[in-house]
């Protein structure tokens, strides 16, 4: 549990340094495009997570889960907008996603490392990188054009309800794990 709460408590601390209360308004959208995705997963992967923050009190996952849904990713999706460069400094544009993408990669594998994270239903690190790979430009893509990138988005995500057999017509009590 440490390990979750000093994530959300640096990424905190990151979006008062960069004053994210004065700047975030630009980002708004974006930030609920982000929250709005990561609680649409949970409705539709409810009892057949592809991973799950691993907490020595379980009646603190949904908490947990919560303020990484309300906080650490609509943070993220500030910071990454705010200091993107503009793509017509394409290696400066690139860099700034593989820089991103990178971080989270290691964020996370430093938590399946520890335990913090595990992985069910033939999830697993790749995933999550190709994941990553699909989420920040999707991120990027919303705050421009955010009709496509709700397009893109429903398009990956019937791709990955497909390859990973989410019973998404099954009732939940069903489902069970």
């Known amino acids: 549990m440490m390990m979750h709460l000093l ?6 601390i990151a979006f008062f340094i960069f ?8 980002y708004h959208a974006t930030m609920l ?13 409810t009892d057949y997570m592809m991973w799950h ?3 020595n009190n379980k009646e603190f996952e949904f908490i947990i889960e919560m303020i ?17 460069p503009h793509p017509s400094q394409q290696s400066e544009f690139i860099l700034h996603f593989f820089k991103w993408e990178s971080i989270y990669f290691i ?6 490392q520890f335990g913090a994270i595990r992985y069910e239903n033939n999830w697993n690190i790749l995933w999550s990188g190709l994941f990553l790979m699909f ?3 999707c991120i ?4 421009k054009k955010p009709t496509i990138a709700y397009i893109i988005s429903v398009g990956f995500i019937l791709f990955l309800i497909y390859i990973f057999n989410v019973p998404i017509f099954m009732p939940l009590e069903e489902r069970g794990m």
Request: with cysteine.
């Open 107 to 112: 964020m996370e594998w430093l938590m399946y």
């Open 68 to 84: 990484y849904g309300f906080t650490v990713l609509p943070i993220t999706a500030f910071l990454f907008l705010e200091y993107a």
């Open 33 to 45: 495009y982000i929250v709005v995705s990561n609680l649409f997963y949970h409705v539709l992967c």
């Open 135 to 137: 989420m920040f430009p």
């Open 19 to 26: 004053d994210g209360l004065k700047r975030a308004k630009q």
């Open 7 to 12: 994530t959300t408590i640096g990424f905190s």
């Open 140 to 143: 990027y893509l919303h705050h």
């Open 53 to 55: 923050y691993e907490i």
